[in-house]
């Protein structure tokens, strides 16, 4: 499965000036790519004022997305804000080339900007099907819990999309070499670039490992599109060769 990682500035609360951007960026994609991965919050930037930019499922953002995958015959992932039901959420989105969407709801709200207080927590991790792969997609601060990410569903694929800011960055880079390998899966981790409207400065570093913590897409600090190729039957030699994964604690969370 080949993926690209497609890691940018935001411009602030501007949807459309991000969807632009973002496009263009696809479009400009010679290759024949599967997955497509934006960052977090990619039509808004890491905003605590989600009135300014929520939209509903069906709004522009989504079908902006599905509109994009059918053309690319790409699925893409990412996450925006999102009204649902008098709340707001912090939705990933995952968009098939059908146009078929997927979504998960971060689990594991930043308190420390107050997104607790602003948007509603999700209850549940999710495992998506595409390609052959089962892939774990999650939101960020979910990256420092390790027990919510436990390979239990026996995935191939973790994806963390987010705004992780730079004083922080070294804790990106060891949190998502230790998903990989305790994991024994491969892990994505997309970034923004850039400076946002609260002067938090963000240096991206989005990278791709594999499922023993070897990178095959070294962390980058540049505006960019960066792709790499997951091979499925590596992963499961792997695996049956070190059988690490057998040997797991069970529980229930």
């Known amino acids: ?18 969807r632009k951007c973002f496009e263009g960026k696809i479009n400009a994609i010679s290759e024949n790519i599967d997955l497509i991965v934006l960052p977090e919050m990619f039509t808004s930037g890491f905003t605590m004022n989600p009135k300014a930019v929520a939209e509903p499922m069906q709004g522009e953002t989504v079908l902006w997305l599905q509109a994009l995958a059918k053309a690319k015959n ?18 990933l989105v995952f968009v098939f080339p059908s146009g078929d969407v997927k979504t998960y709801d971060k689990k594991h709200l930043f308190t420390l ?3 607790d207080k602003t948007y509603t927590s999700g209850t549940k991790k999710i495992i998506i099907e595409y390609k ?12 420092r819990f390790p027990v919510f990410s436990i390979n239990t569903e026996e995935y191939d694929v973790l994806i963390y999309v987010a ?13 998502l070499k230790a998903r990989a390998i305790e994991n024994m899966c491969y892990t994505i981790g997309v970034n923004r670039i850039g400076t946002d409207q609260n002067h938090h400065d963000y240096s ?50």
Not at 74 to 91: C, D, K, L, P
Not at 132 to 143: A, S
Not at 210 to 236: C, H, M, R, S, W
């Open 163 to 175: 705004n992780w800011p730079k004083p922080r960055i070294n804790a990106w880079d060891a949190l």
């Open 74 to 91: 790409s699925a893409i992932t990412g996450s925006v804000v999102i009204q649902e039901n008098g709340n707001f959420y912090n939705r």
């Open 113 to 115: 900007a107050g997104e």
């Open 1 to 18: 499965m080949k993926i690209a990682l497609l890691q940018a500035p935001l411009v602030w609360e501007n949807p459309i000036e991000n």
């Open 204 to 253: 991206g570093r989005s990278q791709a490992i594999d499922f023993l913590g070897n990178y095959l897409i070294e962390p980058q600090e540049i505006e960019g599109v960066f792709i790499t190729n997951l091979d499925k039957n590596a992963l499961l030699e792997s695996r049956q060769k070190f059988g690490f994964l057998n040997d797991r604690d069970e529980f229930k969370m």
């Open 132 to 143: 052959g792969f089962k892939i774990c997609p999650l939101i960020c601060y979910d990256l």
